[in-house]
């Protein structure tokens, strides 16, 4: 705060505490360059209601939005990220996670659990991406291979959201190696008829769409959502063609088949209900009882 005084006249009035929560309570749409009322935008799911921008919600968020008031149920939260190369770019990784933990109230970039939606309880996985990018290190693939073994043991339908732009460059090797762990995981769920929902929002890109985000035996994205595994400049660079416009969109994919459906955020709960009741009728009819 500014407040200059020449001859003990003050020149500039220093603002009160008020404007500052004002300022607060407004936010800019990086779509349509409006101004919104945070209470508005919270009302409206966090979507610009001028030009249906979607703001990025964190894991918290997320789950509040899915998940029974007071089902969820967080497992796996004493992993704790590791500097095991002793990684240093612009500043150490020790560093950066000590500051991403601070930010966002989390010890990793994946809250894992159990909760029911609309009654079905099932094992869930919510990816930050305000973690550190929402990065795929050690820690992110130990607790989806952790979540993914209950889901299996425990016969419960898997549910793992994705918001991120792919391994953590910080553990090299380890977090590539990831990508191997999660994608055998789910596979061994699937091996055992396990349902597994992959819901891809803004941005799933990297190791994370080429591993467990495209493994989902439905796979849904949100309205908009970039998605896809290196990036469009990349790709035009190395192939020297143009790409389609819209490439790596939500409704490109769906468009090529490579995803099954996109879903407006204030619907997501009642899909993935929908889904969830299909799956148990459709167990229940060749006797098999599901979520005992
Ligand atoms: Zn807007």
């Known amino acids: 705060m500014i407040s200059f005084k020449k001859n003990?006249?003050?020149?500039?009035?220093?603002?009160?505490?008020?404007?500052?929560?004002?300022?607060?309570d407004w936010t800019k749409c990086p779509g349509c360059r409006a101004l919104l009322y945070n209470k508005h935008l919270s009302e409206n799911y966090q979507i610009c209601p001028k030009c249906n921008h979607h703001f990025r919600l964190n894991?918290?968020?997320?789950?509040?939005?899915?998940?029974?008031?007071?089902?969820?149920?967080p497992l796996f939260e004493e992993f704790e990220a590791e500097?095991?190369?002793?990684?240093t770019d612009n500043e150490t990784y020790v560093e950066r996670i000590k500051?991403?933990?601070?930010?966002?109230?989390?010890?990793?970039?994946?809250?894992?659990?159990?909760?029911?939606?609309?009654?079905?309880?099932?094992?869930?996985?919510?990816?930050?991406?305000?973690?550190?990018?929402?990065?795929?290190?050690?820690?992110?693939?130990?607790?989806?291979v952790r979540l993914t073994t209950l889901a299996t043991e425990q016969k419960l339908p898997l549910l793992i959201l994705s918001a991120s732009g792919g391994a953590r460059m910080q553990e090299g090797m380890f977090s590539l190696l990831q990508m191997a762990r999660t994608a055998g995981a789910i596979g061994r769920f699937q091996k055992e008829n396990g349902l597994y929902l992959s819901l891809l929002t803004h941005p799933t890109t990297g190791g994370v769409s080429?591993?467990?985000a495209f493994l989902g035996d439905v796979i849904i994205a949100e309205p908009q959502a970039l998605i896809g595994f290196a990036g469009a400049r990349v790709i035009e660079q190395t192939t020297r063609q143009k790409l389609p416009p819209r490439f790596q969109t939500a409704e490109f994919l769906v468009e090529h088949g490579q995803i099954d459906k996109i879903v407006e955020r204030k619907v997501?709960?009642?899909?993935?209900?929908?889904?969830?009741?299909?799956?148990?009728?459709?167990?229940?009819?060749?006797?098999?009882?599901?979520?005992?």
Not at 125 to 144: A, C, D, L, P, R
Request: charged share 25%; proline share 3%; net charge positive.
């Open 8 to 24: 003990n006249t003050p020149k500039i009035v220093k603002p009160g505490p008020n404007l500052e929560a004002e300022a607060r």
């Open 59 to 73: 894991s918290r968020e997320w789950l509040r939005l899915l998940s029974d008031e007071g089902s969820f149920c």
């Open 83 to 87: 500097d095991i190369l002793e990684f």
């Open 99 to 144: 500051k991403a933990c601070k930010k966002t109230n989390a010890n990793e970039a994946i809250q894992t659990g159990t909760c029911t939606i609309e009654g079905h309880k099932i094992a869930i996985g919510v990816m930050n991406f305000h973690f550190i990018g929402g990065s795929m290190g050690v820690v992110v693939g130990e607790k989806i």
């Open 210 to 212: 080429a591993s467990y």
């Open 268 to 292: 997501m709960k009642k899909v993935i209900a929908r889904i969830l009741s299909f799956y148990q009728e459709g167990w229940s009819s060749h006797g098999v009882k599901k979520n005992e």
